[in-house]
Structure formats: C-alpha cells, structure tokens
C-alpha cells in the first residue's frame, strides 16, 4: 500500500502582507505578520504598525477560529471562510504556505508570481472572482 | 517627590517637542512548549510637535514610517511603496503615540485614557493609562519617566503581549516645525484613503 505523504514540516515566516481589493471603494488590509504551522494545522498573528498584535487565525483539521483580542475567539468552518470575513478574500493560507517555501500551488483564478521568493517576496493575484485581489507577502 | 504622574503633567507642559532614538522590543507569552517569550525587536527615529505632530521612523528591521502632520496619519512603507492615508483624529484618539506626544495637556490624555499612578520599575516612575474605549487593540499603556524625561513607552495588547519602546536622550533643542513633519507620497506609491 502507498506510504501516506510526509508532513510538511512546520513551518515560521515572519515579515509584512499587504492584500489590495479592486472594489469599489479600494481597499487595503496590511500587516506585519507571524505564520506557523502546516496546512493540516497552524497559526497566522497580525500585527499592527506599532507592534500590537491586531488578530490571531488559528486552523486545524476540525475548522478555524479568529481571535481579536477580545478573548472570544469566532469559529469558522474553514479558512477560506474566515480570511473572507477578516480580509474581504478567502486568501488560501495553506496554498501560501506553499508558495512562502518556493513550492507552487496552483489555484483557479489566482496568478502566483514566485520568482522572486528566493529574495522573500511573492505577489499573488486572484483575477476570478471579482473584485481583483492582489495580495504581496514580503518575509526575513 | 515626583511621582510618575506629575512626571507625565510636566513632560506635556514643558516639552513641546523633542527628537529621540527609540529600540522597541515585542514580547510575545511563551506558547506551550516554549521556554522564554518570543521577542521581536526594531529600531528608529521618533520626534514630536505638540499639539498633533509625531513621525516614526522605523529603520530596522525594515523601514517603515509613520507621520501625524497635523490632519493626516500616513504609513509609508517603502519596499512595497504603499501609503495608507488616515484623517488623523479618528485614527489616533485611542493609540499611545497619541498619549505620548500628539496631546496638549493632561486633561486631553484624560479625555482618552484613565490615568493612574504605576509602580516604579526598571528605576523610573509610571503612568498607567487605560483606554476608555472597548474596542481598541491596546489594553493598556504605560509611560516611563526619569526625573520628567521621558525613558519608556509600554503597550499591551490583548493577546498579552508587551511592546516597549525605549528612548534615548530625547534633544529638545531641534527646532522642529510643521515642515519636518509634512508626507508627501513618493512618485509611483500607491496610495490609499480607507
């Protein structure tokens, strides 16, 4: 029988994301941030520009859960869904774990440039669904 | 005797502006399995004009800057070459820069935070300010002082985390005007008006 695929190991990035929305008004959520774990399970902290942290999503196999400080962490059925209600988009925080170490993650109607991640910098476009959603991660 | 509030009156009525170097270190609770907190730490430039001026400098680890001019709160952040503009009043009424450096005196601190005496720690004296209103990401600030100089500027978040910025001598004789704090966006930067 097939061996079961190995974890991806754990994974730490810290640095800054910025998720730009072509709506109407624009919008634009930025942060600097600290992501962990893997796609089965993990932690994304975001913090605002004078270190306070702003929110903390956390995910596992059982759902997902964002944290506003406010000690009643909102559960979600997923993290697509809660990156919607938090940012607008349903950002793939697993498929960006993958892109984060260099290995590509396609993904219907987002247009992944990794060329630059060797120098920790990644731009992700989602073109489909509207409104266009452009989202940069820059990490150290 | 001095004690941190009296401190905090002085510095508001004596010090109408000042430049400093800051090193800010984030402190982060242990999570499970972790002996020591994490910590993140970053440096820079801060300088204030009272009654509604301040820019943060932030040098290192990557340079971010963050300027009150009077009416606006820009956030610059030069490797993304973003700019997120902000009408000052609402975006500053609850954050501790406001408290430190963009208030005329202590009646306006009282507007916005509860004040109380701190303990004395790390050999200065404290001033606890707790925002009044719920729903702000800080929870609680505290302002350090020696002898009136301003030495620290504490921050707690809900998530129990501790920001502390440390300042340096703070230069009082740098003449500062409205012009070291105008932003203008660079040519190319994307800017935004949430």
């Known amino acids: 029988c097939a061996t079961p695929p190995p974890p991806t190991p754990a994974a730490t990035w810290s640095g800054r994301l910025v998720l730009s929305l072509a709506s109407d008004p624009p919008q634009r959520f930025s942060a600097v941030f600290e992501l962990e774990g893997t796609a089965q399970a993990g932690v994304l902290r975001l913090f605002g520009p004078l270190g306070a942290q702003a929110a903390e999503v956390r995910w596992s196999p059982t759902g997902a859960w964002l944290d506003r400080?406010?000690?009643?962490?909102?559960?979600?059925?997923?993290?697509?869904?809660?990156?919607?209600?938090?940012?607008?988009?349903?950002?793939?925080?697993?498929a960006v774990l993958d892109w984060l170490a260099g290995r590509p993650h396609p993904l219907p109607g987002w247009e992944v440039d990794l060329s630059e991640q060797p120098q920790g910098r990644l731009r992700a476009r989602r073109l489909t669904p509207a409104p266009e959603a452009d989202l940069r991660l820059l990490w150290h | 005797q001095s004690d941190g509030l009296q401190s905090l009156e002085l510095f508001l009525a004596q010090v109408q502006q000042g430049r400093a170097t800051f090193t800010q270190t984030v402190s982060a609770p242990a999570r499970s399995g972790e002996a020591t907190r994490r910590t993140r730490s970053s440096r820079g430039e801060f300088i204030f004009l009272?009654?509604?001026?301040?820019?943060?400098?932030?040098?290192?680890?990557?340079?971010?800057?963050?300027v009150a001019d009077g009416q606006t709160l820009w956030l610059y952040d030069p490797d993304l070459n973003q700019v997120?503009?902000?009408?000052?009043?609402?975006?500053?009424?609850?954050?501790?820069?406001?408290?430190?450096?963009?208030?005329?005196?202590l009646r306006a601190v009282r507007e916005a935070f509860e004040l109380r005496e701190g303990q004395p720690r790390d050999g200065l004296l404290w001033v606890e300010l707790t925002p009044r209103a719920r729903d702000t990401q800080v929870q609680q600030v505290r302002i350090?002082?020696?002898?009136?100089?301003?030495?620290?500027?504490?921050i707690r978040d809900g998530f129990?985390?501790?920001?502390?910025?440390?300042?340096?001598?703070?230069?009082?004789?740098?003449?500062?005007?409205?012009?070291?704090?105008?932003?203008?966006?660079?040519?190319?930067?994307?800017?935004?008006?949430?």
């Open chain 1, 69 to 94: 400080g406010d000690g009643q962490p909102a559960p979600y059925p997923d993290l697509a869904a809660l990156t919607a209600d938090l940012i607008g988009a349903a950002v793939p925080v697993t």
């Open chain 2, 50 to 66: 009272r009654p509604d001026r301040f820019r943060f400098h932030y040098t290192h680890p990557f340079e971010q800057l963050i």
């Open chain 2, 84 to 105: 997120t503009a902000r009408a000052q009043a609402a975006a500053l009424a609850q954050t501790p820069a406001s408290a430190l450096a963009a208030a005329a005196d």
């Open chain 2, 144 to 154: 350090g002082f020696e002898q009136a100089e301003l030495r620290a500027l504490e």
């Open chain 2, 160 to 194: 129990g985390q501790i920001s502390l910025l440390r300042f340096g001598p703070l230069q009082r004789t740098s003449h500062l005007s409205a012009a070291d704090f105008r932003f203008s966006p660079p040519p190319g930067a994307e800017v935004l008006r949430p």
